[in-house]
C-alpha cells in the first residue's frame, strides 16, 4: 500500500514472466509483466491494469523478491525532478496531440535557460519570475553569454 499524489491506499500487484519473450520479437525482451493497481481517490474506488516489457532479467527485476509499493530509496533523474517539482509536469491535464511534447521542450527551454544564467534554485528563481515578469522577458532577450 502507498499514500501518494492525492489517493489514499494504492495498491499494485505487479506479475512477471519469461514464458512470453520466445514468441515476441523484441530485441533484449527478457520479461513481460502486468501490473494491476486499485486505489481510492475523492471517495470513488478506480481500478488500472497496465503492461510492458523489460529488458531486466528475472534476477534483477523479480517481483516476488522487492514490495509492488513504491519505494523512498527511489530517485527520478534531477531533470525530471526539476520539471515535475517546479512545474508541476506530473499533474499536466495536457494529453491529447502534440500538446505533452511541446509542453515538454518549453519545460526545457526554460530550464535550459535560467541554468545558463547560473540559476540553481530554480523553484524560487521561477516563483520570482511569476512576480515580476519584466526579468524573465529580460533573460529570453537577453541571455547571458554562455562560456564554450
Known amino acids: 500500500m502507498d499514500r501518494a499524489h492525492g489517493r489514499s491506499h494504492e495498491r499494485r500487484h505487479l506479475v512477471a514472466s519469461t514464458d512470453l519473450t520466445s514468441y515476441l520479437a523484441w530485441p533484449g525482451l527478457t520479461q513481460v509483466f502486468r501490473l494491476e493497481r ?13 503492461y510492458g516489457i523489460t529488458s531486466l532479467s528475472p534476477a534483477r527485476a523479480d517481483p516476488a523478491a522487492r514490495p509492488a509499493s513504491r519505494s523512498l530509496d527511489h530517485r527520478e533523474p534531477r531533470p525530471h525532478c526539476h520539471k515535475d517539482v517546479a512545474f508541476g509536469e506530473d499533474a499536466s491535464l495536457v494529453h491529447l496531440g502534440q500538446g505533452p511534447t511541446v509542453l515538454a521542450l518549453l519545460r526545457d527551454a526554460a530550464l535550459n ?5 547560473g540559476v540553481r534554485q530554480v523553484a524560487a528563481r521561477l ?3 511569476a512576480q515580476h515578469l519584466e526579468q524573465a522577458v529580460t533573460l529570453v532577450v537577453n541571455p547571458p553569454p554562455t562560456h564554450a
Open 38 to 50: 486499485t486505489w481510492r481517490e475523492q471517495g470513488a474506488d478506480h481500478q488500472a491494469r497496465h
Open 113 to 117: 535557460a535560467l541554468h545558463q544564467a
Open 127 to 129: 516563483r520570482l519570475h
